[in-house]
Each structure stands twice: as structure tokens, then as C-alpha cells.
């Protein structure tokens, strides 16, 4: 019998028999090397490709609100007891906007109380899931906004609608960021805020 003849592999391991070991040996290893990165390189354009989206989303929720608000009447806005029908109008109306758009309200078009931390100010602050105690939807919604007052020659101010809204974003990247860098941690969610205002019509 001749002698077997060995083979070099690419990454300089030396091989009898190139049937099977060599170029496919080599090519699995690389492959298990590099799916750590590919698996975090999909994952991060799936996460924020995500995130812009509902950034883009929550923009067009908060600009209806507000265009809503400022058509809407004030005359209940100084009632004492319970929420302003018109305040909850803009509230129903952003929630319907989120879930058309597939994005979870986190219960905020459930029977909530608002706060009203100060006049023509109302917040509500939504925890079902997925948001948590610690990371909640909230909505601001000021009818009388001064951010936008308009002064005319005759020095009268025409108030403001500004909507807010405060969304906690689930992250997937830290669960497969870890394959990569083991012990790292990044948190679970990021808030994304966006606001819009509109002059008051009435």
C-alpha cells in the first residue's frame, strides 16, 4: 500500500482522509463561529427596525389626538368630579389608533383615572401587559397647552391641545448579545417619546 497522503486544512489542522473533515470541517466551524454574529446582526435590524416603526406610529397616535383635542369643546373641562368626556375622547381615540397599528396599549382603553397633576393637565399611566409597574404607557394630554400660545396684536393668547405619550419598546437584542458577550446586559425596554400640539379651534 502507498503512503496516505495528508491533506492542510484552511485554518492549519492536518488531515488523512479529505472524504470528510477537511473543507467540511473547516466550514463548520466557521459557520458555528460566525452564527453568534449572524444571529445578532438579524436580531438587531428585526429590533430596530421595530422601534422605528412604532416611533413612526406613535407620532401619527399623538398628532390625531391632538388634532381631535383641539376641535373639541372646553366648556367641561372645569368639572370637579371624575374626567372630562372630551379629555377621554382623545384618550379612546389615541388607544384605537395604537391597536389599529398592532401595537399593545398596554390597557390604556380600560376604565382609567387619570391624574391631574395640574389644571388642563391629565395623565393617564397604563401597566397591563406587557408593561410593567416599572416601565408603563403614559399618556399626558394638556388642554390649554401655553407651548404654543399665540399672541395677536389685540394680546390674546389662543391656547393649545398637546398630546404625550411615553411607550415602553421591548428590546430582543440583550437576550442574543449575551452568545457574544457573555454577562453583558442591556435593558429590556427603551422609552420611546413623542408629542404633538395643535391650536385650539373653539
Known amino acids: 500500500m502507498g503512503r496516505r497522503r495528508r491533506y492542510k486544512s484552511p485554518v492549519g489542522l492536518s488531515c488523512a482522509r479529505p472524504a470528510f ?6 466550514a463548520l466551524v466557521e459557520f458555528a463561529v460566525a452564527l453568534p454574529l449572524l444571529m445578532v446582526l438579524v436580531v438587531g435590524v428585526f429590533d430596530f427596525g421595530g422601534a422605528f416603526n412604532a416611533k413612526q406610529e406613535l407620532n401619527n397616535a399623538v398628532r390625531e389626538g391632538a388634532r381631535l383635542g383641539s376641535t373639541l369643546p372646553t366648556n367641561d373641562l372645569s368639572v370637579t368630579v371624575g374626567t372630562p ?3 377621554d375622547a382623545i384618550r379612546y381615540l389615541v388607544d384605537s389608533y395604537l391597536q389599529v397599528s398592532r401595537i399593545s396599549d398596554c390597557g390604556l382603553g380600560l376604565s382609567l383615572t387619570p391624574s391631574n397633576p395640574s389644571t388642563l393637565t391629565w395623565v393617564y399611566t397604563a401597566q397591563g401587559s406587557p408593561c ?27 391656547p393649545c391641545t398637546h398630546v404625550t405619550i411615553n411607550y415602553p419598546y421591548q428590546w430582543h437584542f440583550n437576550s442574543v448579545i449575551q452568545l457574544i458577550v457573555p454577562g453583558s446586559s442591556y435593558g ?3 422609552t420611546i417619546q413623542t408629542d404633538a ?3 385650539n379651534m373653539d
Do not use: H, K, Q
Open 21 to 26: 473533515g477537511c473543507d467540511e470541517g473547516s
Open 85 to 87: 368626556p372630551t379629555v
Open 188 to 190: 429590556p425596554y427603551i
Open 132 to 158: 410593567t409597574l416599572s416601565n408603563s404607557l403614559v399618556l399626558t394630554i394638556v388642554r390649554g397647552s401655553p407651548s404654543c400660545n399665540v399672541v395677536t396684536s389685540a394680546n390674546v393668547n389662543i
Open 197 to 199: 400640539t395643535a391650536t
